[in-house]
T-cell receptor, first 111, second 114 residues
Framework: AQRVTQPEKLLSVFKGAPVELKCNYS??????LFWYVQYSRQRLQLLLR??SRESIKGFTADLNKGETSFHLKKPFAQEEDSAMYYC?????????????FGQGTILTVHP | NAGVMQNPRHLVRRRGQEARLRCSPM?????VYWYRQLPEEGLKFMVY????????ESGMPKERFSAEFPKEGPSILRIQQVVRGDSAAYFC????????????FGDGTRLSIL
């Protein structure tokens, strides 16, 4: 069965420190992975997806099929990065996006 | 583009009543998804619809829950005879008909059962 695990419910760092939000998945098919972010009082929005291999707001994430991981990283955290982050796996195949979400990690960046 | 619109934002019902949650997708989007988020949990897929068709309802509870996306008007998630365990946040997302496009989410409806 497909599953997404985000082992850290809460993560606190200081401004300027590196940050890594962990995500592991379990899926027998070819995975398509996303990171979604929810800032305070805003709706859930797409941060990045592994197939685009781009950096958004300084964040990157690399799909590691051997370790079944898709960790989100940023070398220098900013206060405005404080938010809830969800890792999600598309299990609908290529035809549509049936997303399986992790439980989310609340990131707090202290000044 | 106003984005995905869900209403109401908050809905309170007593046990046994019906709850109707509405979702208007983004302009140009013909695919709608419903997710449920129970307290302390991640979002869980419920159903995927296209206009007038249910494509995948594998995440829908077998009883009391139904969804539709008519030719005209918003998508509706309907919960009959609500129970306390239905209290959750219900999120709608939409995507365009082009394959592989990411989903855009609404603000969600927080359903509370008294």
């Amino acid at each position: 069965a497909q599953r997404v695990t985000q082992p850290e419910k809460l993560l606190s760092v200081f401004k300027g420190a590196p940050v890594e939000l962990k995500c592991n998945y379990s899926y027998s098919g070819s995975p398509e992975l996303f990171w979604y972010v929810q800032y305070s009082r805003q709706r859930l929005q797409l941060l990045l997806r592994h197939i685009s291999r781009e950096s958004i707001k300084g964040f990157t994430a690399d799909l590691n099929k051997g370790e079944t991981s898709f960790h989100l990283k940023k070398p220098f955290a900013q206060e405005e990065d404080s938010a809830m982050y969800y890792c999600a796996l598309n299990t609908g195949g290529t035809s549509y996006g049936k997303l399986t979400f992790g439980q989310g990690t609340i990131l707090t960046v202290h000044p | 583009n106003a984005g995905v619109m869900q209403n109401p934002r908050h809905l309170v019902r007593r046990r046994g009543q019906e709850a109707r949650l509405r979702c208007s997708p983004m302009k140009g989007h013909s695919h709608v998804y419903w997710y449920r988020q129970l307290p302390e949990e991640g979002l869980k897929f419920m159903v995927y619809l296209q206009k007038e068709n249910i494509i995948d309802e594998s995440g829908m509870p077998k009883e009391r829950f139904s969804a539709e996306f008519p030719k005209e008007g918003p998508s509706i998630l309907r919960i009959q005879q609500v129970v306390r365990g239905d209290s959750a946040a219900y999120f709608c997302a939409s995507s365009p008909p082009t394959e592989g496009q990411p989903q855009h989410f609404g603000d969600g409806t927080r359903l509370s059962i008294l």
